[in-house]
């Protein structure tokens, strides 16, 4: 195949552009100036939301709009504006926060809100959960309290989560998904940044895939010119929707068993091996 057949590169960020230690590799860097200057147009899909993303996409030079919270939303780097949100329906939040007063389990709620105001809403602060408040320590300028957070009805929640053990978060995740089956969607996975594991919860067909095709339909590009990027669960539904999905050398067993070629891991510089061995080759 040429290597002008991809138009957009979709990229993961932690684990995929940025290696383990969250640094963005000068190799890498420049590769991704490269595909940008072969036309190949880098977008940054990534759990984070809007203001952790917005930086590495700077560093890059980018100005594509940013693909944030796991694909629940679409924001214009230049301006700010969203462009596209997955919101949760009424009527499956109620459901959702049901299992969580349950459970007696601490929510985060991500807002869609200007960068000076809260990045996420908490009911309280701390809450006394070490994993919870490991990532509300880090966060902390950033976080709003709204004590009564589940009983609001002029929110609009789009982003979901849990946080704690890996396997307190996958029987969260269970109890949810039996709740609400197939109306929500769900990811659990631990960013290196923080010591507890996430259980993420979206609307259904909310994911970094569902937003690179509004994108995608908007610049007038199909899946086929689409190569994603991806070492987490939440990268599985771009992998496996994309012209040529491709999962980083350490990407868990069930990210690699969707991915069509697996290239190198973070702290190889797997995303420059991609770009210049594959994409900027003219024979991937």
Not at 66 to 90: K, M, V, Y
Not at 92 to 116: C, K, N
Request: charged residues 25%; aromatic residues 6%; glycine residues 8%.
């Amino acid at each position: 195949m040429p290597g002008n057949r991809f138009r957009i590169l979709a990229l993961d960020v932690d684990g995929t552009l940025l290696d383990r230690e969250g640094n963005l590799r000068p190799r890498t860097a420049e590769a991704v100036a490269r595909a940008a200057r072969a036309g190949i147009r880098p977008v940054l899909c990534t759990g984070r939301r809007y203001r952790r993303a917005l930086p590495i996409a700077h560093r890059l030079g980018l100005d594509a709009p940013l693909i944030c919270n796991s694909g629940a939303l679409i924001r214009e780097s230049a301006s700010d504006r969203t462009l596209w949100r997955a919101d949760i329906p009424g009527s499956i939040l109620s459901r959702v926060f049901e299992v969580f007063r349950r459970r007696d389990e601490p929510m985060v709620s991500f807002t869609d809100r200007p960068p000076d105001e809260s990045d996420f809403l908490v009911a309280t602060l701390p809450t006394g959960r070490p994993l919870f408040d490991d990532y509300l320590d880090q966060n902390r300028e950033h976080a709003g309290v709204s004590a009564d957070l589940l009983a609001r009805a002029d929110l609009t929640h789009y982003h979901l989560c849990a946080i704690g053990t890996r396997e307190s978060m996958l029987d969260f995740q269970r109890a949810i998904l039996e709740v609400v089956p197939g109306r929500v969607q769900t990811f659990v996975q631990r960013s290196p940044r923080y010591a507890g594991t996430m259980c993420e919860i979206l609307r259904h067909d909310a994911s970094k895939w569902t937003a690179l095709l509004h994108l995608a339909e908007l610049w007038g590009v199909v899946a086929d010119e689409i190569c994603a990027v991806g070492d987490d669960m939440n990268d599985v539904p771009m992998i496996r929707g994309a012209g040529l999905g491709v999962a980083m050398g350490h990407a868990n067993p069930e990210v690699l068993a969707v991915a069509d070629l697996v290239t190198g891991s973070d702290d190889e510089d797997g995303v420059a091996m991609l770009i210049e061995d594959v994409l900027l080759s003219g024979t991937g």
